[in-house]
Each structure stands twice: as structure tokens, then as C-alpha cells.
């Protein structure tokens, strides 16, 4: 049994159970129809309007942003926050809800596309997300993104999504709550030193190159789970340069075909980790106040190949049978997809 720094989880490492990654191989996901597609050129008219475009060849695009047909969250005058029967807490679903459609190819997935266009991708998730943490009202702005209909996607189009919301999720609020007791004791910031111990020891270590570091978390709660980090500390995903956008588009693309060549197509979902909206809050000035020394944004990276079930519901573990040093191992060893 493990658990991690960060965050106050079990996870059971079971290598009993562990299979090799040609055991794990999936086939792509099928493909949807083209002509039916609304992400693909000539569909424009299948999605709301653009909200964000990249510009392309021949007066195409190469990436648009158009608001979700069925949103999570939206627009509203007001929050309504209000109490329901005096136990229960109630407000109106403020927030955004943004569809990055990444390419206009229908085949491609984010792994096979030129490094180029993945630094235009990465530039439309900062742009959007800045955008967002301008209204007051997003106090968090989430960038994810689901591969494969075991992973939630329903289109097979390569897209990603981002969903504001009004309210600081308890996941994240965790980590942060964890991030500035550190900071508090060390006056160091917690996910710093973690990475400096993990590049000591060398063994849960993938690959480092361009400013980022990719690894094998010591509480992996998936075979194969994976997380980029800045080597520069960095708080706010938003604050990035344009060097080193690029870094982190060739760190993402190689880290996800490193996973396309091993484990064939994996379905898969990516999450931002990213510190919260730092606008101010009425009565609460200290509000996230040591963000930019105590926190690391990150992206996690998690293959969907194995079952959430009823123990993992029941008690908050997750069950692992691919320990992560023997994941990084095999990754490590991976010639990527799209190279």
C-alpha cells in the first residue's frame, strides 16, 4: 500500500496481478462517420458558433473552440446561491463549458499531429483559459481531455474540453490545502521537492527533456499513469511562455505516443492540474494568498485499462497491478508514435 505527498489517498500496488503491455494492447476506437461528424471541415454549422479560431490553410481553420451543444455549466445573471429545508446548499450552474476541437483531420489523434500544430493547440488552451479566469464568477477553470469511449468521449474526432465552474472542486482544494501546509512548515514548495527526489532516485522517471519532467507517480492509481511537470516552478499554466509552450507541446506529444506504441490505442483521459482563479473574494483576502510560491500546475495523464469497481467505490483505494517503477521502465524503453 502507498500513498503520496500530496494527497491523503491509499493506493494497494498489486504486482501479482500485473500483466505484461502487450496484455493491455487495445484496437483503436472505431471512427466515426465523417459525413456526419460536426468537428469536421464543411460541419461548421453542426456546433454552435466559434467562440476561437486558428487560422489554416486556404482560409480553413486548424483549431476552433465553440461552446459544448450540451453544456455542464452556463451563463447566468446571477448565482442564486441559497439554502434548501436549512441542511442543503443550493445555486445556479454558473460556469462555461468550451469544446477545443484540435485538428481538422478526422483520423488524426493529438499524438500523430506535428509538433507545430500541438504548439497551436497548447496556445489555444492558454488563450481560452485566460479568457475564462477574467470573470470573477470561475473561481476554477478545468482543461481535460477523454480518448476513447471508455474514457467518456462520445465524438472520436480528436477534441479536448474546458469546463469553468463557480465553486474551488474538494480534489483540487485538497491538493492546494496540502501544497500550503507544506509551504507554511519548509517555506518550500511541495511538488519542487517531490520532483527533485523523484529525479534522484531515477527509477519512476520517463523522460526529461525541453524544461519538463515526465514520470510514473509513487501512487499511481492506474497502470501506466503518467505526469508532466515543469522543472521551472510555476504555478499558473496561464503565466507560460511561448519557449516553452513549445517544450511542453513535444513533451505531450511524445509522452502520448510512447503510450499509442506500447499499449496500441489506449483510451485515456489528460487533466490540468492548475491553480485556482486568484481573483479576490469578499470578506476572505487571504484567499489561495501563497499560490505562486506553494503550488506546481502539472498535467496527469491516466490510461483508462483497468475497472473502477465496487472496492474502489466503497473505500477511496484504488487497485494498481502495474507498479509504477516497472511502467516507467517500459515507457522509458518506448519508441513514440508520430515521432
Not at 173 to 197: G, P, V
Not at 211 to 224: L, N, Q
Not at 321 to 336: D, K, S, T, W
Amino acid at each position: 500500500m502507498r500513498r503520496g505527498p500530496i494527497t491523503d489517498r491509499w493506493v494497494i500496488i498489486a504486482p501479482e496481478r500485473a500483466k505484461r503491455p502487450t496484455d493491455y494492447r487495445t484496437d483503436p476506437p472505431k471512427k466515426d462517420d465523417p459525413a456526419k461528424c460536426p468537428f469536421c471541415p464543411g460541419n461548421e454549422h453542426m456546433t454552435p458558433p466559434e467562440i476561437y479560431r486558428v487560422p489554416g490553410r486556404e482560409g480553413g481553420w486548424a483549431v476552433r473552440v465553440v461552446p459544448n451543444k450540451f453544456p455542464a455549466l452556463t451563463s447566468y445573471p446571477e448565482l442564486g446561491r441559497e439554502a434548501v429545508v436549512g441542511f442543503f446548499d443550493k445555486m445556479n450552474g454558473v460556469g462555461a463549458h468550451e469544446v477545443v476541437i484540435e485538428t481538422p483531420d478526422h483520423e488524426a489523434d493529438l499524438a500523430d499531429l506535428p509538433l507545430e500544430h500541438v504548439v497551436r493547440v497548447i496556445e489555444t488552451y492558454v488563450a481560452r483559459l485566460r479568457e475564462l479566469m477574467a470573470n470573477p464568477w470561475h473561481r476554477y477553470v478545468l482543461l481535460f481531455k477523454n480518448h476513447g469511449p471508455q474514457a467518456g468521449a462520445s465524438l472520436s474526432h480528436a477534441h479536448s474540453q474546458i469546463i469553468a465552474t463557480p465553486v474551488t472542486p474538494k480534489d483540487v482544494r485538497d491538493r492546494l490545502e496540502a501544497a500550503r501546509d507544506y509551504y507554511a512548515k519548509k517555506e518550500r514548495c511541495i511538488f519542487c521537492d517531490m520532483l527533485l527526489a523523484e529525479l534522484r532516485l531515477g527509477e519512476r522517471i520517463v523522460e526529461e527533456l525541453d524544461g519538463y519532467i515526465i514520470w510514473a507517480p509513487f501512487d499511481s492509481r492506474f497502470p501506466f499513469e503518467v505526469h508532466i511537470y515543469p522543472r521551472y516552478h510555476s504555478h499558473d499554466f496561464t503565466q507560460i511562455t511561448p519557449e516553452h509552450i513549445r517544450g511542453l507541446a513535444r513533451a505531450l506529444k511524445r509522452t502520448l505516443g510512447k503510450l499509442k506504441a506500447l499499449l496500441g490505442d489506449p483510451p485515456f483521459n489528460f487533466v490540468l492540474q492548475n491553480a485556482p482563479n486568484p481573483v479576490p473574494r469578499p470578506g476572505r483576502p487571504d484567499y489561495w494568498a501563497t499560490l505562486q510560491y506553494d503550488y506546481h500546475w502539472h498535467i496527469e495523464i491516466i490510461p483508462r485499462l483497468t475497472q473502477v469497481a465496487g472496492f474502489e467505490w466503497g473505500t477511496g483505494f484504488y487497485i494498481n497491478p502495474m507498479p509504477p517503477e516497472e511502467a516507467a521502465r517500459y515507457l522509458r524503453e518506448a519508441e513514440p508514435v508520430g515521432a
